[in-house]
């Protein structure tokens, strides 16, 4: 069933542009991961999306712009930054998809536990 499914699949939290679903899955370590899946909620590989970058905004410092890179799997785009503590932090995630950049600001939710 399309759209049935915001369940997230590798315990992050699951975003939608218009068919397209995508999952941010953010950690305290600095270690984040960006899935897609199509409408019915299927994997698809991360190439799907271009330019995938995200920009850590912390109340106490300067904005940390990650840009990410597919993993070695081909599953995710995956970005490496600083250690995440306190609170009132967000991230800009960006990417390109059909040639269109797309952006959105998320609170930073840490990995659910699975």
Same mark, same amino acid.
């Given at each position: +069933? /399309?759209? *049935?499914?915001? !369940?997230? &699949?590798?315990? *992050?939290?699951?975003? +939608?542009?218009?068919?397209? &679903?995508?999952?941010?899955?953010?950690?305290?370590?600095?270690? &984040? $991961?960006?899935?897609?899946?199509?409408?019915?909620?299927?994997?698809?590989?991360? =190439?799907?999306?271009s =330019?995938?970058? $995200?920009?850590?905004?912390?109340? #106490? #410092?300067?904005p940390?712009? $990650?840009? /990410? #890179?597919?993993?070695? =799997?081909?599953?995710?785009?995956? /970005?490496?930054? !600083?250690?995440?503590?306190?609170?009132?932090?967000?991230?800009?995630?960006?990417?390109?998809?059909?040639?269109?950049?797309?952006?959105?600001?998320?609170?930073?939710?840490?990995?659910?536990?699975?």
């Open positions: +069933m /399309a759209h *049935g499914d915001h !369940n997230p &699949h590798h315990g *992050g939290t699951v975003y +939608m542009l218009k068919e397209l &679903h995508y999952e941010v899955v953010l950690e305290r370590d600095g270690h &984040h $991961l960006v899935y897609f899946s199509d409408a019915a909620r299927q994997d698809l590989p991360a =190439s799907v999306a =330019s995938v970058k $995200l920009t850590v905004k912390r109340a #106490s #410092s300067p940390e712009i $990650l840009d /990410a #890179s597919i993993d070695q =799997s081909g599953e995710c785009w995956i /970005a490496h930054g !600083n250690v995440v503590e306190g609170e009132g932090t967000t991230v800009r995630v960006d990417f390109v998809v059909d040639e269109t950049p797309y952006f959105i600001d998320v609170p930073f939710l840490p990995r659910t536990t699975q």
